[in-house]
């Protein structure tokens, strides 16, 4: 039996050392563990020293100074969420088949076509190669993998469960783009719609009308208030250019707007009412609230499940909630448990949280199964945002139409009118 010594935290994250006899490595972390302890560093006696300057985020095993000067500069540029799920989930598959961490590595390498994701596959696996955690290697791609997934591979790593954390990431990450697409999804049928309203609108405008206009020039007709509506907004239309200075001066008006209203989301106060707005909206409001419950639940209880400690958890949730106004509420909730306190009765002082939600959790904390009710949570919500977008589109579709149509009937309804008062005046 060997002799080693740790860094680990306690349940309300601080930090505590100690020693323990084991056989191994890992049997040392599952005792650790088995006293309600998160282990971030475990060194045999005799093999090594604990590093005491900064132990949240370290490797159990650490890595040579020599090795980490090995790794390349972090990677730049963007992945679709969807080619991050594939590689998880791939990465997961070859792990539980037997393969070597190292070894996997190289082989998604070599055959990744995203070439960003590539090369930080590359950099991942020279840094595993050199002595660092996976954990850490990943933790040194920031761009691409968020503390999420760092937090919670590092928990897989130190319960010797690393691809079954592995397959809860890839799972996570798609039903999150699922939620993501599928609210996507209902912005852009109305999106599409307007453009072809406008489309039509300005065809008719500088080709139609102009033309039915002619057929008037002369003629002793009273015209309806419609129809010098609709011919005075064509003929100023043509006047400037095929409306030309018009397009520019709105696409500077807007082009204005949007920065400046993106100068104040920038800013903390700006953030934090555009975030409360969005949650008040009527029909959206629903649906972001929704969401936001959702990716709160899932996102907490994947970590949870996954080994991560509440708080570290908590925390972790807060920075990864989306929308200021509950991340501030997951921060209270993260407070008061550091106190000793449930996480029910923070929730509770909450107007985020609907009371079904706060039930939920009540009685996972009471029967000790937190982690699988939140993941209940947030399938309950996945499907209300799945039946809100599609109940959303429903409206939405014979709104749309109703409004194409409006604007079509107008401008016919304003040349037919005074081509009908022409025709009886003849007949006349």
Known sequence: MAHFQYIALDAKGEQTTGSVQAASEA???????????????????????????STRGKSTTGASKKGKSKVKKVTKGKVKPKVM????????????????????????????????????????????????TFSESLSQQPKLFNKLYVNMVRAGELGGVLELVLERLADYQEKANKLKNKIVSAMVYPM????????????????????????????????????????????????????????????LIIGALVVAFKAWTATEGGRAKFDAFKLKMPVLGDLQRKSAISRFSRTLGTLV???????????????????????????SI??????????????????????????????GEETGKLPDMLLKIADVYDDEVDNAVT??????????????????????LAMFLPLMEMINSLDG
Request: hydrophobic share 55%.
């Open 27 to 53: 049997e040392a972390i599952a005792q650790i563990r088995a006293n309600g302890l998160y282990p971030t560093q475990v060194v045999e006696e005799g093999k090594g020293a604990l590093n005491t300057t």
């Open 85 to 132: 799920m594939v590689f998880t989930r791939q990465l997961a598959t070859l792990i539980e088949a037997g393969l070597p961490l190292l070894k996997g590595l190289t082989v998604l390498g070599k055959q990744e076509p995203n070439p960003v994701l590539k090369n930080a596959i590359l950099n991942i696996s020279d840094s595993v190669s050199s002595g660092s």
């Open 192 to 251: 599409i719609v307007m453009f072809i309203t406008v489309a039509i609108l300005v065809f008719l405008m500088v080709v139609v009308v102009p033309r039915f206009r002619l057929m008037f020039d002369g003629q002793d007709i009273e015209m309806p208030g419609i129809s010098q509506f609709v011919f005075g907004f064509s003929d100023n239309m043509l006047k400037s250019v095929l409306f030309l200075p018009v397009i520019v001066w709105v696409a």
């Open 305 to 331: 499940t996954s080994g991560v400690p509440i708080l570290q958890a908590l925390k972790i949730t807060g920075e990864t909630a989306g929308n200021d106004v509950v991340t501030k509420a997951i921060n």
């Open 334 to 363: 993260h407070d008061a448990v550091k106190e000793g306190e449930s996480i029910v009765t923070p929730m509770s002082a909450s107007p985020v949280f609907p009371a079904m939600v706060i039930s939920m959790v009540d009685v």
């Open 391 to 412: 109940a959303m589109t429903s409206i939405l579709e014979p709104i749309m139409i109703v409004m194409l149509a409006l604007v079509v009937g107008t401008i016919v």
